[in-house]
């Protein structure tokens, strides 16, 4: 049944599925995992490295994109929607800024991405974006903001969120440690998404990037060194956790 | 409409008959018509006879003679002289035909276990040529065998490569030939896509992939999942090795895994774990575990070539 309403994505099937949209959200889940991470002062985005061919670049193979200076992104799914979504939001936030003079609001351009999706699910003879994206960023009020956006267009706002291979793993882990305390400071929730991703990713640190914003500061991405730094000071402080457990019930 | 081979009236469909009985038989248009449709036939025949050169001739000859399947010794160029079963007496047989059901047995019963390699076939058909053995990657094409070093009758085929029509009967020769069938079992996975899948269920209730298994008459065993219904059928190469043994008694089970992902996928792959379970191969797998990493090891050794997906 499902086949004859694949064809054309503007026809619904009898019980109200838009199936192309569906699949598309099928090819987010090949993408490698990303999260995103909103803390008081910070908002941080990890992403799991792709592993790349012996020959290739390592450079242009980025899951972490700027938008603008006090803006940037992380999807999953298909990398040349990718690549079309986030120059179309690029020059978007150069538009507005010129026309407007002021930088875009992270919801603004949030729902930009997500009008553009949603104008794909609602053309003939085009499909649908097949990326989810993580849009974080400061406004000019200096409130940190983490949405996500889908192939059907839909954007919310989250504390906290996974997209992504592993997505419902690593949002179960989010679920159960993001509280007050986990992002009391800028460095706690960076080892909270460094510890998400651990959960997931094969071979540790050496698979994970990590970007993060702060208040009125530019874009920073972490090298492979200072990740190192994270990842083995989040073992060390398992391992204190365990020897604690162990005295306990000895 | 049916046809019988009984019905006189065209008897003379089935058989080209002497020519003197075609200058006799008149009467009826289709009768008629049938006769001067075979007499152009024959003389087409003749006239292709007259045509065919010695050229032709040789022409055929190499292409039997490229399609021809050869079972070499391990990593050598020579041939066995006696079949893969007479030189290696088995009394359970594994054979992957297929990516999925190869990567299967690659991480799940080769790594429990040191298995020797005792040949490989080698063929060419329009769809593949098999590859050389030393560097086994998913996406090549080969057929290798193996048996296992600490028990030398279990013996395992990896079959990645399409075998064509012409060539199954002689790729069963050069396997099974006259050996004794004793004592055997054999043990077919494969894959196919689900839409070869009849039923008279929805399609949407269908949670692919799912096992079905087809076993020979002599096989008592337990089976793992449920039976092949009708009218679904077997292809290829795991068709000719379940005919094979249930001509020749042996006890043999097909299980056969419908899966709408063609391509070398974790999930397909893992839809054959039930057969873990089943007797002939509960002795052979040890590590669970650590079969699962290696899976995963293969699975992103292959989709490290694609870049669709970031």
């Known amino acids: 049944m499902a086949?004859?309403?694949?064809?054309?994505?503007?026809?619904?099937?009898?019980?109200?599925?838009?199936?192309?949209?569906?699949?598309?959200?099928?090819?987010?889940?090949?993408?490698?995992?990303?999260?995103?991470?909103r803390g008081t002062n910070i908002v941080v985005l990890g992403v799991e490295k792709k592993s790349v061919a012996k020959l290739q670049d390592e450079r242009t193979v980025r899951k972490i994109c700027a938008l603008d200076d006090h803006v940037c992104m992380a999807f999953a799914g298909l990398t040349a929607?990718?690549?079309?979504?986030?120059?179309?939001?690029?020059?978007?936030c150069q538009s507005h800024k010129l026309t407007v003079e002021d930088p875009v609001t992270v919801e603004y351009i949030t729902r930009f991405i997500a009008t553009l999706k949603q104008k794909y699910t609602q053309s003939n003879g085009r499909r649908p974006f097949g990326i989810s994206a993580l849009i974080v960023g400061f406004d000019d009020d200096g409130i940190p903001r983490l949405y996500q956006t889908d192939p059907s267009g839909t954007y919310h706002?989250?504390?906290?969120?996974?997209?992504?291979?592993?997505?419902?793993?690593?949002?179960?882990?989010?679920?159960?440690?993001y509280t007050e305390d986990a992002i009391a400071n800028d460095n706690e929730a960076i080892k909270l998404a460094i510890r998400a991703l651990l959960e997931v990713v094969q071979s540790g640190g050496k698979n994970i990037e990590l970007a993060i914003i702060r208040r009125n500061q530019p874009l920073k991405m972490f090298s492979a060194k200072e990740i190192e730094l994270q990842v083995n000071e989040i073992e060390k402080e398992k391992e204190e956790a365990e020897r604690k457990k162990s005295k306990k019930t000895v | 409409m049916k046809i019988s081979f009984n019905d006189k009236s065209l008897q003379t469909t089935f058989e080209y008959p002497p020519e003197s009985s075609l200058q006799e038989e008149e009467g009826e248009a289709e009768e008629s018509e049938e006769e001067e449709q075979e007499e152009e036939e024959d003389e087409e025949e003749d006239e292709e006879g007259r045509r065919e050169t010695p050229e032709d001739r040789e022409v055929r000859r190499q292409l039997a003679r490229k399609r021809e399947v050869r079972l070499l010794r391990r990593q050598t160029k020579t041939s066995l002289e006696v079949s893969l079963l007479e030189k290696y007496p088995c009394s359970k047989f594994i054979i992957a035909i297929g990516n999925n059901a190869v990567a299967f047995v690659s991480s799940f019963i080769m790594n429990s276990g040191v298995w020797e390699e005792v040949g490989c076939a080698k063929l060419w058909n329009e769809w593949c040529r098999t590859t050389d053995t030393i560097h086994l990657s998913p996406t090549e094409a080969f057929c290798v065998f193996y048996h296992l070093k600490s028990n030398p009758s279990v013996l395992l085929c990896q079959c990645s490569c399409y075998v064509a029509e012409d060539q199954q009967f002689q790729w069963l020769e050069k396997v099974f030939g006259s050996c004794s069938r004793k004592n055997m079992q054999v043990t077919v996975l494969t894959c196919r896509h689900v839409t070869d899948y009849k039923t008279a269920e929805s399609t949407s209730s269908l949670h692919t992939p799912f096992l079905k298994a087809l076993k020979t008459q002599n096989f008592r065993e337990p089976l793992c999942c449920s039976l092949l219904e009708q009218p679904n059928i077997v292809h290829?190469?795991?068709?000719?090795?379940?005919?094979?043994?249930?001509?020749?008694?042996?006890?043999?089970?097909?299980?056969?895994?419908?899966?709408?992902?063609m391509k070398l996928d974790l999930i397909t792959v893992e839809a054959f774990k039930p057969v873990l379970s089943s007797r002939s191969l509960k002795g052979l797998v040890k590590n669970i575990p650590q079969s699962t990493e290696i899976l995963k090891k293969l699975m992103t050794t292959n989709e490290i070539q694609s870049n669709i997906y970031t």
């Open chain 1, 3 to 37: 086949s004859r309403y694949d064809r054309a994505i503007t026809v619904f099937s009898p019980d109200g599925h838009l199936f192309q949209v569906e699949y598309a959200q099928e090819a987010v889940k090949k993408g490698s995992t990303a999260v995103g991470i």
């Open chain 1, 81 to 92: 929607d990718a690549r079309v979504v986030i120059n179309r939001a690029r020059v978007e």
């Open chain 1, 157 to 177: 706002a989250w504390k906290a969120n996974a997209i992504g291979r592993s997505a419902k793993t690593v949002r179960e882990f989010l679920e159960k440690n």
């Open chain 2, 236 to 261: 290829d190469l795991p068709a000719a090795v379940l005919s094979y043994c249930q001509v020749w008694k042996i006890p043999a089970v097909l299980y056969l895994c419908y899966t709408d992902v």
